[in-house]
């Protein structure tokens, strides 16, 4: 097999071990969800065509190795009919992390499951200049760590205070991580920098009377992250975005200005580090055809 060979097989997932004629397969995992059935067909696979071993991935993937060269299109056969497919490798945009959001962990925010899947959807495997990866956390705790991908997203919840039964105990101001809550009890007031605020919802948690309410739910979003060998955190970019839908247009645009911009092998964060991240945010905000 000539080198040529190789490279188009690790597009499609099939990545060359050390050992001469294996591979390691890489699965096609949405945000770490496998159904049972599922994990049946991956453990019958490995067992089959490799050596009755998977690895598990940084990115909540799942690999098969020790494939001989001869069982690979057998193995993506086996695999077909439980939906589980084989993933990819190269400049695409990759498989989307996610944690389980709000409808399996109290502190989830938003659905990221069910947003994971809609990204997945409409940009996997599509081609980039470098690798592309996406993150999802649910919420200000951050367990997908957004910042470490090319885009990431975290749930993000307003506070908005009631004057009516509050007491300015004080306690909201106390648990605010980022300092942005201010207690005048004198004034009989109470103010809320929502510039300076991650969402997490902590006074709201906290506060005895209620005072501190949810407001609105909303998506805010990093670029440009990545680790590796040189690692490089994501920014912050744009406001709060309010719906899944203005989220996936937000990645769309990201996608299209890395396309324009960015040059072979480079990765997203570098891209923006020659372009500037305002420039990324114009051109968002201009697709979105809304301020945010």
Avoid at 222 to 248: H, M, S
Wanted: hydrophobic share 35%; net charge positive.
């Amino acid at each position: 097999m000539n080198e040529a060979d190789y490279k188009e097989l690790k597009k499609g997932g099939m990545m060359r071990q050390k050992e001469a004629g294996l591979f390691s397969v890489r699965l096609h995992v949405v945000g770490g969800h496998l159904t049972t059935a599922q994990l049946r067909a991956i453990q019958e696979a490995a067992d089959r065509y490799g050596r009755g071993a998977v690895h598990l991935t940084a990115r909540q993937g799942v690999e098969i190795p020790f494939v001989p060269t001869d069982s690979l299109a057998a193995l993506k056969e086996f695999l077909l009919p439980s939906g589980v497919g084989v993933g990819v490798c190269g400049p695409t945009v990759r498989t989307v992390t996610a944690c389980q959001g709000c409808r399996v962990c109290p502190s989830g925010v938003i659905d990221s499951p069910e947003l994971a899947e809609a990204v997945d959807r409409a940009f996997y495997g599509k081609p980039v200049p470098h690798k592309f990866k996406v993150g999802i956390s649910g919420c200000a705790n951050n367990c997908i760590k957004a910042e470490e991908n090319d885009i990431g997203i975290k749930g993000w919840t307003e506070p908005r205070w009631a004057e009516s039964a509050c007491t300015y105990c004080g306690v909201c101001e106390a648990v605010c991580p980022t300092k942005v809550v201010h207690v005048s009890e004198g004034d009989c007031k109470i103010s809320v920098d929502l510039s300076g605020c991650i969402g997490c919802g902590d006074c709201i948690e906290s506060c005895p009377t209620g005072s501190m309410a949810e407001g609105s739910r909303g998506y805010r979003l990093f670029a440009g992250g990545k680790f590796g060998r040189v690692p490089f955190l994501g920014k912050k970019i744009l406001g709060v975005l309010r719906t899944g839908e203005e989220a996936i247009a937000a990645i769309e645009a990201a996608v299209e200005f890395f396309r324009a911009h960015g040059k072979s092998r480079e990765r997203f964060g570098d891209t923006l580090q020659r372009t500037g991240f305002p420039a990324l945010e114009t051109y968002i905000r201009e697709r979105l055809g809304q301020k945010v």
